[in-house]
């Protein structure tokens, strides 16, 4: 088999991995989660360069919302302890992402074919709502903190301060926020090495 033949096939393979990945190994790491899925890293320096959000913020956001699970769901409600009577929400994915606001984003980026348990999808997702978070309430997209309340509580939520009364989402916020720039840290320590490729890294690593 010719060495392009391999290449192709590495590179398909490198595509598919991004879609239903398992959670990285070392997910407190950023640098490690890239290097481990550095189809992952391709997907989040696309986000930031069509939204303009940091890489650290959204990767904050799905250790926040499911710990890297592409399938994540909400708990099961139970109707006498026992009897199934759906989820708490429509939310699934990476991001979390509801039924009603996965179809808002769907409509306004035209991306008709994107899919919450896919990672790049996902992650272009939590792009657009910060990048919208920015426009409506002028939340910078490196606030992580405020970007998550708002990406939790909605865009009016966050206008009305209906988290200023939940001291649970305040502490929640607090460590999403931690977390990214825990990431941003780590990531400004390891950009040039992921930025040469996984075919450079290989040769050269």
């Given at each position: 088999?010719?060495?392009?033949?391999?290449?192709a096939?590495?590179?398909?393979?490198?595509?598919?991995?991004?879609?239903?990945?398992?959670?990285?190994?070392?997910?407190?790491?950023?640098?490690?989660?890239?290097r481990?899925?550095?189809?992952?890293?391709?997907?989040?320096k696309a986000?930031?360069?069509?939204?303009?959000t940091?890489?650290?913020?959204?990767?904050?956001?799905?250790?926040?919302?499911?710990?890297?699970?592409?399938d994540?769901?909400?708990?099961?409600?139970?109707?006498?302890?026992?009897?199934?009577?759906?989820?708490?929400?429509?939310?699934?994915?990476?991001?979390?992402?509801?039924?009603?606001?996965?179809?808002?984003?769907?409509r306004?980026?035209?991306?008709?074919?994107?899919?919450?348990?896919?990672?790049?999808?996902?992650?272009?997702?939590?792009?657009?709502?910060?990048?919208k978070?920015?426009?409506?309430?002028?939340?910078?997209?490196?606030d992580?903190?405020?970007?998550y309340?708002?990406?939790?509580?909605g865009?009016?939520?966050?206008?009305?301060?209906?988290?200023?009364?939940?001291?649970?989402?305040?502490?929640?916020a607090?460590?999403?926020?931690?977390r990214?720039?825990?990431?941003?840290?780590?990531y400004?320590?390891?950009k040039?090495?992921?930025?040469?490729?996984?075919?450079?890294?290989?040769?050269?690593s």
């Amino acid at each position: 088999m010719s060495f392009y033949r391999i290449l192709a096939i590495v590179s398909f393979i490198s595509v598919l991995a991004g879609c239903a990945s398992p959670p990285p190994t070392h997910p407190n790491n950023l640098c490690d989660i890239f290097r481990e899925n550095h189809s992952w890293y391709e997907a989040a320096k696309a986000m930031h360069k069509r939204w303009g959000t940091p890489v650290q913020v959204p990767m904050a956001f799905i250790f926040q919302e499911s710990r890297f699970h592409y399938d994540a769901e909400q708990p099961m409600k139970y109707f006498l302890g026992f009897i199934p009577i759906g989820r708490k929400s429509s939310a699934y994915g990476y991001a979390q992402a509801q039924d009603s606001t996965w179809a808002d984003y769907k409509r306004a980026t035209h991306r008709y074919g994107a899919e919450r348990d896919d990672f790049a999808d996902a992650i272009d997702f939590i792009g657009w709502y910060t990048n919208k978070t920015y426009i409506i309430n002028g939340v910078s997209k490196w606030d992580a903190k405020d970007q998550y309340l708002n990406y939790h509580e909605g865009w009016g939520g966050y206008r009305r301060g209906t988290y200023k009364h939940k001291s649970w989402l305040l502490r929640v916020a607090k460590r999403v926020d931690e977390r990214a720039r825990r990431y941003g840290a780590q990531y400004r320590r390891c950009k040039k090495e992921l930025d040469h490729g996984w075919l450079y890294r290989f040769l050269f690593s």
